[in-house]
């Protein structure tokens, strides 16, 4: 028996040796490729900490970044993470509606929802932002929790209130659903737009791509100095002033990009641009004079203008919703449809059209 005992050991020892041995045989780029996590930190996935022990032995830093005394702390909480005591808080603070101990609960990749910024700057109630149903559901489940298999996340038992335990020291709710914000404008409905030419089709609204290529396309052209993220954001701004010229552009492969559309062609033809929507919905009215402020170097006044959501249609940008500003203007005998701004979502258009 004891024979056998040291035999089981050393074969122990020896597939630690053998693995150890085999780690310091790979490639450093797949060494490290594996003791990265997609965020650029070390990983902590208890399945690869060998290859991050072979990289440090190796004196490979990977290019992985450093964790904040922050982060390291939500890690170390990480560990001790009870779900059925996180519920109780943000039950807790469901029931107290307080703002300070619901976003104290939010993850710091909080996705879906009243963001911190719309909470802290649109003056709201507690019922305002996060409406009486959602609140009502929070306090009948009574902080029991339930776990989603499909998200692989918890959540309160008959709400919308998503929140997750990642190994990357990621706690917190990360999605409140069924929670829309109050923008400052009349409201609209409906894909009727007249211009001089008939109703606007989908192409003549020009999307903000993914990648931000086709605006980096029209920044690096026109020189603009702002960062691409402020540019798209207020593209409006720039229209008739940095940007002079509203053709289309030649990219390298020689296909065109264009930003703004003419009437005469995008509203009496189905003409193919070089990325258009399948069709939209008009969420808002925005007033002439907010849209004139929102454009403030075109020659013309703006003749009417909407907030507007985009169907991008299938293919490889199915799924995806983008919502914009766009203006109706006159310019050179010609009628044009302009982007004005481009926003990550509903409460990102309520924080700018609530403080103008």
């Known amino acids: 028996m004891k024979h056998i005992l040291i035999?089981?050991?050393?074969?122990?020892?020896?597939?630690?040796?053998?693995?150890?041995?085999d780690l310091n045989k790979l490639n450093a780029d797949i060494v490290c490729d594996?003791?990265?996590?997609?965020?650029?930190?070390?990983?902590?996935?208890?399945?690869?900490?060998?290859?991050?022990?072979?990289?440090?032995?190796?004196?490979?830093?990977?290019?992985?970044k450093k964790?904040?005394?922050?982060?390291?702390?939500?890690?170390?909480e990480n560990k001790e993470f009870d779900p059925s005591v996180f519920a109780k808080k943000?039950?807790?603070?469901f029931f107290d509606k307080n703002f300070d101990q619901i976003l104290s609960l939010y993850s710091v990749n909080f996705l879906i929802g009243?963001?911190?910024?719309?909470?802290?700057?649109?003056?709201?109630?507690?019922?305002?932002?996060?409406?009486?149903?959602?609140?009502?559901?929070v306090l009948n489940s009574k902080g029991e929790i339930e776990f989603d298999r499909w998200r692989s996340h918890y959540k309160l038992k008959g709400t919308g209130v998503y929140f997750r335990n990642l190994e990357n020291g990621d706690i917190g709710i990360y999605r409140i659903s069924h929670t829309l914000p109050e923008v400052d404008l009349p409201s609209a409905n409906g894909s009727l737009w007249p211009s001089n030419n008939g109703f606007l089709k989908p192409q003549c609204f020009s999307d903000l791509w993914l990648s931000y290529d086709n605006y980096e396309i029209f920044s690096d052209f026109f020189k603009i100095k702002d960062d691409l993220a402020y540019f798209a954001k207020n593209i409006g701004k720039y229209f008739g002033k940095e940007i002079y010229n509203f053709e289309p552009l030649k990219t390298a492969s020689g296909d065109k990009v264009s930003l703004a559309r003419r009437t005469n062609h995008c509203a009496k033809t189905d003409e193919y641009y070089d990325s258009s929507p399948a069709n939209?919905?008009?969420?808002?009215?925005?007033?002439?004079?907010?849209c004139d402020r929102m454009a403030p170097n075109m020659s013309s006044k703006c003749k009417s203008a909407f907030l507007v959501e985009l169907d991008l249609g299938e293919g490889y940008r199915m799924g995806r919703y983008p919502l914009a500003?766009?203006?109706?203007?006159?310019n050179n005998d010609e009628e044009i449809v302009i982007p004005l701004a481009n926003f990550s979502d509903m409460f990102d258009a309520a924080i700018y059209f609530n403080q103008q």
Do not use: M
């Open 325 to 330: 500003a766009f203006g109706l203007f006159d």
């Open 67 to 76: 964790r904040s005394n922050e982060q390291l702390k939500s890690l170390a």
């Open 114 to 137: 009243p963001p911190e910024k719309y909470i802290r700057s649109a003056g709201k109630t507690f019922e305002e932002v996060y409406g009486k149903s959602t609140i009502k559901d």
């Open 280 to 290: 939209f919905i008009k969420v808002a009215s925005i007033p002439s004079s907010h």
């Open 34 to 64: 594996k003791s990265v996590d997609s965020e650029g930190y070390w990983t902590t996935d208890k399945d690869l900490l060998d290859f991050v022990k072979a990289a440090k032995a190796r004196g490979l830093d990977c290019g992985a």
């Open 90 to 93: 943000i039950y807790q603070a």
């Open 7 to 21: 035999a089981s050991i050393c074969l122990i020892l020896f597939s630690q040796i053998s693995q150890a041995s």
